[in-house]
């Protein structure tokens, strides 16, 4: 409206000079064109009253423009924003001057009608929603304070949805365990996939039991963890996510090991030194006219073998304290899901095929571990000369469980297999074979079945647990304990434009510095960050910390943010920051009010640090431009004082992450109400990108 004002105004001065200069040439030629001494005055007459009318005309203009159209422009933003805010309760601001009449009062009455509604609807729901907070915080009392173990929700892509304090404590990795962000980025991928595989053999066969345990290493392989699996379905029998559970098994696999030492010590570095003492002893015993010579080789021989076996007993006393042996962490699996999983591990990795034959039995055993050992020993026979059709079955054999591995082709003998138990797994980080089956119930050994197929039967312990698809029609149907919204996100999409918004995650950041040119040598001083997902600013994911910046500060940046020379001293480098932080933004759209700046600073010390920061960039500054135009004040302060969010901190860098995460929130539901809902959507509209790299120019 502004625009077609402005344009109306100048063309009727332009029509209004055209008509008063053709009524001048007209004077000229027929009224006054005998007289050349009028030509001049006449002129100058035209070009006076050329300007008197342009100069109204301006004036007009800008009476109605600041008077009217500025006014009607500002309540127009005011009351769009009170919509998509929901900030009512504040009420309408009404400029100090204007032309408009009763109309902001009129708007005002209707402002006031509208908060009176809302207040009726807020208490209509009130009783609603108690109960539904009541049971919200039984859940968060059950969740953080009653369940020790750590405990994660994931999408079906394998994005967090919820974890409790006892999960970041045991993980402790607060930049990697966040909501949205990947599982892998906390622990390893392939135990977790192959569990999953396993469940959802079981979800397709219809076995109500849908959970298993599985031991898994944290990504940085810094700790053991035993976690149980359990999947999620919806309605329609679909998996929508799954639940893990964590504890840390460190500890006590590291004494399974010392006990492992301890067998390994006593049934074979003690067998050789004790037979030869038996030997020795016997032979003394047997030949009492034994020469001399031999006779004292004879004690030679027991005097070193005594030696030895007091040595490593000696050794044992005082590093171990010889106790039972421990067990691998085991749960019952399905045999034919087991299979499964190694006839599609060797067919992706190896193009071997392999055949399942049998009943389906409960196996005792750390799947993936024996799911590698049994996909490696079929590689290690298929390299064989003349051997083909591989088999699994699984039986049990006097109460004891076994694996039979059957192929058409000759026997495998013991020294060939035996080198093979002894080679480490590939997979399986520096195990061997003959440590994971030892650990499962015992040696494996090989046989005949006829004469052209050959068996390699592996021992398991056996379950004690019945199986679990037994059918109970008794049983209750299985309560609803909670309805998690979360589970029902949609998938991420493959193309990053197509994405919604509201389904982002995003890191908004903030950045202290020497001074204003990062091109000059200034230097970031101070860099902090808060993760806003699902339309939630959370403030228990925050990256925050001091830089030394290896020069002075200048007075006139300390009189700024308060950050002294003293402050810095000791603080990491940008070189040891960068990374950390890099980390704590994983996939995250990067969010900075006026971030060209702020970005500008990031990318002049990638190289530095080895890192780069590839991710989506969005500008609070640029969308708060974009939604309500330049008729208002687009500073930070500017849009949290319409926004009524308050700064706490100012000019310290999480004081201003946390305010403009704030912002974006507000931000993001306006953008839904111009149909503006997708990552496209918003660079088109917005041309960001372009915006970013042309302001990034000016530091």
């Known amino acids: 409206m502004f625009n077609l004002f402005k344009k109306l105004v100048l063309g009727l001065v332009g029509v209004a000079a055209l008509l008063l200069t053709g009524a001048v040439w007209v004077a000229l030629d027929y009224g006054a064109a005998a007289d050349a001494t009028l030509r001049g005055p006449i002129m100058l007459y035209a070009f006076v009253s050329t300007l008197i009318i342009s100069g109204f005309a301006y004036g007009v203009w800008r009476i109605v423009r600041n008077r009217f159209l500025r006014p009607l422009t500002s309540v127009a933003n005011d009351i769009r924003t009170l919509i998509e805010t929901k900030q009512l309760e504040r009420g309408l601001r009404i400029p100090d001057e204007h032309e408009l009449d009763g109309l ?95 469940l959802s053999y079981r979800l397709q066969s219809g076995t109500r039991d849908l959970t298993t345990k599985f031991v898994c290493a944290t990504r940085d392989a810094g700790m053991m963890l035993q976690m149980r699996i359990a999947l999620m379905v919806d309605q329609a029998g679909k998996q929508s996510g799954y639940v893990l559970t964590a504890e840390d098994i460190s500890a006590a ?77 085991m749960a019952e699996v399905h045999s034919l899901d087991l299979f499964k999983c190694v006839a599609r591990f060797l067919h992706e990795s190896a193009g071997i095929g392999l055949d399942v034959i049998g009943e389906n039995r409960w ?53 060939t297999l035996g080198d093979w138990l002894e080679e ?25 079945r006829g004469e052209q197929q050959a068996v390699l039967r592996i021992p398991l312990q056996s379950s004690t647990t019945a199986p679990a698809e037994a059918d109970d029609k008794n049983l209750p149907p299985r309560p609803e304990f909670y309805d998690f919204d979360l589970m029902y996100a949609q998938p991420i999409d493959a193309e990053f434009g197509e994405r919604p918004l509201k389904e982002l995650t995003y890191v908004i950041f903030d950045t202290e510095t020497t001074g204003l040119r990062p091109t000059s040598g200034d230097k970031i001083i101070e860099i902090s960050a808060v993760r806003v997902t699902g339309g939630r600013v959370l403030t228990g994911e925050t990256f925050d910390t001091l830089v030394d910046p290896e020069r002075p500060i200048p007075k006139d940046s300390i009189r700024f943010h308060g950050i002294t020379d003293d402050k810095v001293a000791g603080q990491p480098v940008i070189k040891d920051v960068l990374p950390r932080f890099h980390e704590f933004v994983g996939d995250a759209v990067l969010v900075a009010h006026n971030a060209a700046f702020d970005v500008k600073f990031l990318k002049i010390n990638e ?83 372009a915006a970013l790299r042309f302001r990034s120019n000016f530091f």
């Open 253 to 329: 696999l590291t004494q399974l090991e010392r006990s492992d030492s301890v067998r390994r010590t006593v049934t074979q570095d003690l067998r050789e030194p004790i037979a030869s003492l038996r030997a020795a002893a016997e032979n003394l015993m047997s030949f009492q006219d034994i020469e001399a010579d031999q006779r004292q080789t004879f004690y030679d021989i027991i005097v070193k073998q005594s030696t030895t076996l007091s040595d490593h007993l000696e050794s044992l006393a005082g590093t171990y304290a010889v106790g039972p042996v421990g067990q691998w962490p």
């Open 104 to 198: 902001p009062d009129a708007l005002s009455m209707l402002v006031d009608e509208l908060r009176s509604a809302r207040r009726e609807t807020v208490r209509a729901m009130a009783s609603a929603t108690a109960r539904v907070e009541q049971e919200k915080g039984w859940l968060e009392v059950i969740l953080l304070e009653l369940i020790r173990e750590g405990v994660i929700v994931c999408s079906s892509d394998h994005r967090i949805l919820l974890y409790n304090q006892p999960a970041a404590r045991l993980v402790r990795r607060h930049n990697v365990l966040g909501l949205g962000r990947s599982l892998f980025d906390v622990v390893a991928e392939e135990p977790v996939r192959h569990a999953l595989e396993r």
């Open 363 to 415: 196996l005792m055993s750390e799947s993936h571990s024996l799911m590698r050992v049994l996909a490696y020993l079929v590689s290690k026979i298929k390299e064989q000369p003349n051997t083909s059709g591989f088999k699994f079955e699984a039986g049990i054999d006097d109460s004891k469980s076994f694996i039979e591995l059957s192929w058409q082709g000759p026997l495998i003998s013991d020294t």
């Open 424 to 448: 480490t797994v590939p997979g399986l980080a520096g195990i061997t074979a003959a440590q994971v089956l030892e650990h499962h119930g015992g040696e494996p050994w090989s046989r005949r």
């Open 607 to 689: 190289k530095e640090a080895g890192i780069s920061f590839d991710n989506p960039v969005l500008d609070t500054l640029l969308l708060s431009l974009l939604i309500e135009g330049d008729a208002e004040d687009h500073s930070l302060e500017g849009i949290c004082e319409r926004l009524h969010i308050t700064i706490e901190d100012r000019h310290r860098a999480l004081g201003d992450a946390l305010a403009t995460a704030h912002v974006l929130v507000v931000l993001l539901g306006r953008l839904a109400n111009k149909n503006i809902t997708t990552f496209g959507d918003l660079m088109q509209a917005s041309d960001m990108e």
